[in-house]
């Protein structure tokens, strides 16, 4: 089970971007995911009008390593580690360490 999906808000803990806060827009693959507003970049993009994009310069947000983002606990306002834990009837959910309360309600 992944311990960050899509939709879930995260807080960056390491690297340029530290301390900021954003939902996951697309895990890319196993290690990187791409976050709202994080690893932004500038990209020139040339116009083309039978598609109706208009050229200049446009932020680009990039993919980050799973490593440098932990998921945003709102009870505790802080970055926390997380765990899966199988509930009585087989399911699984995803628990946060410090507090023990369930990340999906």
Do not use: C, W
């Amino acid at each position: 089970m992944n311990r960050i999906k899509k939709g879930d808000e995260v807080i960056v803990i390491t690297g340029r971007d530290k301390g900021k806060r954003g939902a996951v827009l697309r895990r890319v693959d196993d290690q990187y995911l791409v976050v709202e507003g994080v690893n932004r970049a500038k990209k020139h993009a040339r116009p083309n009008p039978m598609k109706g994009v208009t050229g200049g310069i446009v932020d680009k947000d990039l993919p980050i390593h799973i490593s440098n983002v932990a998921l945003f606990n709102p009870a505790t306002q802080k970055a926390g580690r997380v765990g899966v834990k199988t509930l009585e009837d087989g399911r699984k959910v995803r628990v946060f360490k410090s507090n023990g309360e369930q990340v999906d309600a």
